[in-house]
């Protein structure tokens, strides 16, 4: 089982630039969601997904988009990029919404100029 | 509002027992996690505990008391392998869907 796969691993952006990070599952979780990481700061929700078609923001969505068109992918758009969003993207995917453990992704980490 | 709280960093010894404790406040409380990431990889699940007591898997122990608010890790006969960042979490359904929040992180360091 491939469980969550993330794409890229690696991205250097220049400011205002857009890109899009990936995220696929194949353990048909019908629950994706999207943290960034920051140094002394946790892990921070940007967006989830509680089934295809239905996303939700968490805490941290400005300069975010996602949409979740299948049960297997849930992209995370960033629409301009800000210095300020220079960090590690983890995707995670579970089972059940509240009591299912969380599947992560390798990481990817952005770096915006 | 929702707020969670662990040690930022614990230092220990090789076979040593050590406990990281986590304190949370939520209206909406419904489990707290337990998850290992070591430095450069993903976060990986430890523990879930949703009823108050303690929970024991292996080298690995997760104690849960939901009227104060408070949870810790207990590791045994720790390894040099155990050196990584604990994250303590909860989940919350309040009025919002599907949350886990994180604390902080705990970095563990094992010393030989």
């Known amino acids: 089982n491939a469980g969550v796969t993330q794409t890229p691993k690696f991205q250097v952006l220049k400011t205002g630039q857009s890109m899009t990070l990936q995220c696929a599952q194949d353990?048909?979780?019908?629950?994706m969601s999207w943290y960034r990481q920051d140094p002394g700061m946790g892990l921070r929700l940007i967006h989830y997904?509680?089934?295809?078609?239905?996303?939700d923001q968490g805490e941290v969505p400005n300069g975010y988009n996602v949409s979740r068109s299948t049960t297997e992918d849930f992209p995370l758009r960033l629409l301009s990029a800000a210095p300020s969003q220079t960090s590690v993207y983890f995707c995670?995917?579970?089972?059940?919404?509240?009591?299912?453990?969380?599947?992560f992704g390798e990481g990817s980490r952005l770096t915006v100029l | 509002g929702q707020n969670i709280d662990q040690p930022t960093e614990m230092t220990a010894t090789e076979g040593a027992i050590v406990q990281i404790n986590c304190t949370y406040q939520?209206?909406?409380?419904?489990?707290l996690f337990w998850y290992q990431q070591h430095a450069g990889e993903a976060p990986t699940f430890l523990s879930y505990?949703?009823?108050?007591g303690l929970e024991e898997k292996g080298r690995f122990s997760s104690f849960l008391s939901r009227s104060k608010g408070y949870s810790y890790l207990l590791l045994k006969e720790l390894q040099m392998k155990d050196s990584a960042s604990y994250l303590c979490?909860?989940?919350?359904?309040?009025?919002?869907?599907?949350?886990?929040?994180f604390g902080r992180g705990t970095q563990l360091t094992v010393w030989p």
């Open positions: 979490a909860f989940s919350d359904r309040g009025s919002t869907l599907g949350r886990l929040y």
């Open positions: 353990m048909n979780h019908e629950y």
């Open positions: 505990n949703v009823l108050d």
């Open positions: 997904s509680v089934g295809a078609g239905i996303t």
């Open positions: 995670a995917s579970s089972r059940e919404e509240y009591t299912g453990e969380l599947f």
């Open positions: 939520t209206s909406g409380f419904n489990g």
